[in-house]
């Protein structure tokens, strides 16, 4: 089968204010989130293409007011970026079966096509910070972002309102699926992880490497916590109510 390689199959927006309008801009009382401008055409796009649409939502942003209209399959950070392993999960958790394209009109008679391999899809990631950026370069991906930085393939136009209390000064609202397709080498050729200068990284020793940290972190977070919890114990002993400290006492008294 030849793959299309034209089709965006994955557009994953990476980070809640991605999607929606933080909750400090939303300007009316909703039972659900809202979705930034621009983001409810891309979804219809993706509809229409039969493109998967996935979103990776901070670890504080709770998913009880999420749209559940929308075929968007929601999941939760569970690494903070710069970490691409969220990113590497999400992108393999889909199966694509890449569309072809050519035939023979109609008339003619083929074989049926072999069995093959899931393959991973050709994704896209939308996004807010810089170090989301830099792990969806570590996972090989297109990436798109809401904030000035060198990282991205694509930095999104800022929108200016009048009374900057009323909105929100950014947002997906001037792209479409077909600005962020990209035939040719990127989507012929298998993802390609690399760091913030090009240079190519095993994005497993990568994860390893974060997860190293992050762990290495909180076992000092949780000793700290330990060490501050037994001195305010220790604070609070009063050595009169100790036992040995009274017999300390008596045997002291015994001559007398």
């Known amino acids: 089968m030849v793959r299309n390689v034209d089709q965006v199959e994955a557009l994953i927006f990476y980070g809640t204010?991605?999607?929606?309008?933080?909750?400090?801009?939303?300007?009316?009382?909703?039972?659900?989130?809202?979705?930034?401008?621009?983001?409810?055409?891309?979804?219809?796009?993706?509809k229409r293409d039969e493109t998967a649409v996935l979103a990776i939502l901070d670890d504080h942003g709770g998913t009880e007011n999420l749209p559940r209209e929308a075929d968007i399959v929601y999941s939760t950070e569970t690494a903070p970026p710069p970490n691409p392993r969220d990113l590497w999960n999400t992108i393999h958790s889909i199966e694509i079966s890449p569309k072809g394209f050519g035939g023979s009109s109609g008339f003619g008679q083929k074989a049926p096509d072999p069995e093959r391999s899931?393959?991973?899809?050709?994704?896209?990631?939308?996004?807010?910070?810089?170090?989301?950026?830099?792990?969806?370069?570590?996972?090989?991906?297109?990436?798109?972002?809401?904030?000035?930085?060198?990282?991205?393939d694509g930095v999104m136009n800022i929108g200016v309102y009048s009374d900057s209390t009323e909105g929100l000064d950014c947002y997906w609202e001037s792209i479409?699926?077909?600005?962020?397709?990209?035939?040719?080498?990127?989507?012929?050729?298998?993802?390609?992880?690399?760091?913030?200068?090009?240079?190519?990284?095993?994005?497993?020793?990568?994860?390893?490497?974060?997860?190293?940290?992050e762990r290495k972190q909180q076992q000092q977070q949780k000793e700290s916590t330990q060490q501050a919890t037994n001195e305010g114990l220790a604070d609070d002993i009063n050595p009169e109510d100790n036992e040995g400290y009274l017999s300390a006492i008596l045997m002291d008294m015994d001559p007398l």
């Open 118 to 152: 899931p393959a991973p899809a050709h994704c896209v990631i939308l996004c807010d910070t810089e170090d989301k950026c830099r792990a969806a370069r570590f996972a090989g991906t297109r990436v798109l972002c809401l904030t000035e930085n060198d990282l991205a």
């Open 17 to 46: 204010n991605s999607i929606f309008y933080p909750k400090s801009k939303e300007t009316k009382n909703q039972d659900t989130m809202a979705f930034l401008p621009g983001v409810e055409d891309l979804i219809e796009e993706c």
């Open 176 to 213: 479409y699926m077909d600005d962020i397709a990209m035939p040719g080498s990127f989507w012929l050729n298998p993802p390609h992880p690399k760091d913030d200068e090009g240079n190519g990284v095993d994005v497993f020793s990568v994860i390893k490497s974060y997860d190293d940290v």
